[in-house]
T-cell receptor, first 114, second 113 residues
Framework: QKEVEQNSGPLSVPEGAIASLNCTYS??????FFWYRQYSGKSPELIMF????GDKEDGRFTAQLNKASQYVSLLIRDSQPSDSATYLC??????????????FGKGTHLIIQP | KAGVTQTPRYLIKTRGQQVTLSCSPI?????VSWYQQTPGQGLQFLFE???????NKGNFPGRFSGRQFSNSRSEMNVSTLELGDSALYLC????????????FGPGTRLTVL
C-alpha cells in the first residue's frame, strides 16, 4: 500500500527566507518522486522531479531525496509571495510518472509573508 | 506546444445521472491518466491509458470508466452519480517513456446535487 505523508500546514515563512517542505513515503519500491505546486482553484503544476539519492537544484528550488530514510524534501530559497500555494509530493513505483499512477500526499499549504 | 485541455470546465449534475468528461493530451503524448481531487481525500489516481489500452487502475468502483481513442484523446465516464462524486477531475498527459513526467490539464469541476 503506497502512502505519502505531508504536514498540511499552513507553513508560514517570511519573504526572502528558505521554505522547507517535507514528505515521507511508505513504499520502498517507489522509484520516482515529484513536487507539484497548486494554486487555489488551479491544477497542479510540476516543479521538480528526482530519481536518485541526493540533491537536485533548479533555480531557487532544490529537491532532496533519501531513499534509505524514505524521505523527500523541497527547499525554496529566497521565498517570494508568489510561492504561496499548496505543494504536493507525489511518488511512483516506475522510474517514470505513468503506469502505476502517481500517489500524492495531501499537500502542504505554504504562506510567504511579505 | 499547446497544453492539456479538458472539457467541460464546469458541470452540474443530479444524483443518478451519468457524465462524460473529455481530455486532449499534449501533442505527441500517448499516455493519459485521470485523477479525482477532493478536499478530504486529496488527489487520487483513477486510471491510466496508453495507446488505447488501460495500463493501470486505481481503487475506484466500476461506475468510473474510461477509454482512449487512436488520437490519444481520452474520455472518462461516471455512471449513477452520487453526491460524493463531486470533485475536481484532473487529466494528466505524458509521453509514456520511463523518464517522462505528467502534466496536468485545468480540470473539470463536477458538482452533483
Amino acid at each position: 500500500q503506497k502512502e505519502v505523508e505531508q504536514n498540511s500546514g499552513p507553513l508560514s515563512v517570511p519573504e526572502g527566507a528558505i521554505a522547507s517542505l517535507n514528505c515521507t513515503y511508505s513504499d520502498r519500491g517507489s522509484q520516482s518522486f515529484f513536487w507539484y505546486r497548486q494554486y487555489s482553484g488551479k491544477s497542479p503544476e510540476l516543479i521538480m522531479f528526482i530519481y536518485s539519492n541526493g540533491d537536485k537544484e533548479d533555480g531557487r528550488f532544490t529537491a532532496q531525496l533519501n531513499k534509505a530514510s524514505q524521505y523527500v524534501s523541497l527547499l525554496i530559497r529566497d521565498s517570494q509571495p508568489s510561492d504561496s500555494a499548496t505543494y504536493l509530493c507525489a511518488v511512483n513505483k516506475d522510474s517514470g510518472g505513468g503506469a502505476d499512477g502517481l500517489t500524492f500526499g495531501k499537500g502542504t499549504h505554504l504562506i510567504i509573508q511579505p | 506546444k499547446a497544453g492539456v485541455t479538458q472539457t467541460p470546465r464546469y458541470l452540474i449534475k443530479t444524483r443518478g445521472q451519468q457524465v462524460t468528461l473529455s481530455c486532449s493530451p499534449i501533442s505527441g503524448h500517448r499516455s493519459v491518466s485521470w485523477y479525482q481531487q477532493t478536499p478530504g481525500q486529496g488527489l487520487q489516481f483513477l486510471f491510466e491509458y496508453f495507446s488505447e489500452t488501460q495500463r493501470n487502475k486505481g481503487n475506484f468502483p466500476g461506475r468510473f470508466s474510461g477509454r482512449q481513442f487512436s488520437n490519444s484523446r481520452s474520455e472518462m465516464n461516471v455512471s449513477t452519480l452520487e453526491l460524493g462524486d463531486s470533485a475536481l477531475y484532473l487529466c494528466a498527459s505524458e509521453g509514456g517513456g520511463p523518464t517522462d513526467t505528467q502534466y496536468f490539464g485545468p480540470g473539470t469541476r463536477l458538482t452533483v446535487l
